[in-house]
């Protein structure tokens, strides 16, 4: 169902201004490649539950199908297929190289969104059930 969640929207939009600061500011080994992959599946889940009221596990999991696709066309190397190599927001948002270790950043961040919201509907049902 479509609706509008101004808290996930929020969400989503505080995560995406931290993913543009780490990719201005950060050029490290272990924040700008791992946590921004860990985030970016948590901003891409934010953004659709701010719109879509659907089912928090469905909306992970198909969050993950799309980082894991995304990353498939990395190792297939899409950019140069379609000679965008030298395009700086083409490189930004399809990535440039297939890592396995992505794949691992992008099952965190959705375990945690998991987690996170099980735990909340858990809160939930307590203090409604009381």
Not at 14 to 37: K, M, Q, S, T, W
Request: proline share 1%; with cysteine; charged share 15%.
């Amino acid at each position: 169902m479509i609706s509008f969640n101004k808290s996930y929207f929020l969400a989503a939009v505080i995560l995406f201004i931290v993913e543009i600061l780490i990719a201005l500011y950060v050029h490290d080994r272990i924040v700008r490649p791992y946590i921004g992959d860990f985030l970016v599946v948590i901003l891409l889940y934010c953004f659709v539950r701010a719109f879509i009221e659907a089912n928090a596990v469905k909306v992970a999991v198909g969050v993950l199908i799309f980082a894991y696709l995304i990353e498939f066309l990395q190792y297939l190397d899409l950019i140069a297929f379609l000679g965008l190599q030298k395009s700086r927001l083409a490189n930004i948002v399809l990535g440039n190289y297939f890592e396995w270790i992505d794949i691992v950043a992008y099952t965190l961040g959705i375990v945690t969104v998991i987690i996170f919201e099980s735990v909340r509907e858990y809160k939930r049902k307590r203090l409604y059930s009381t």
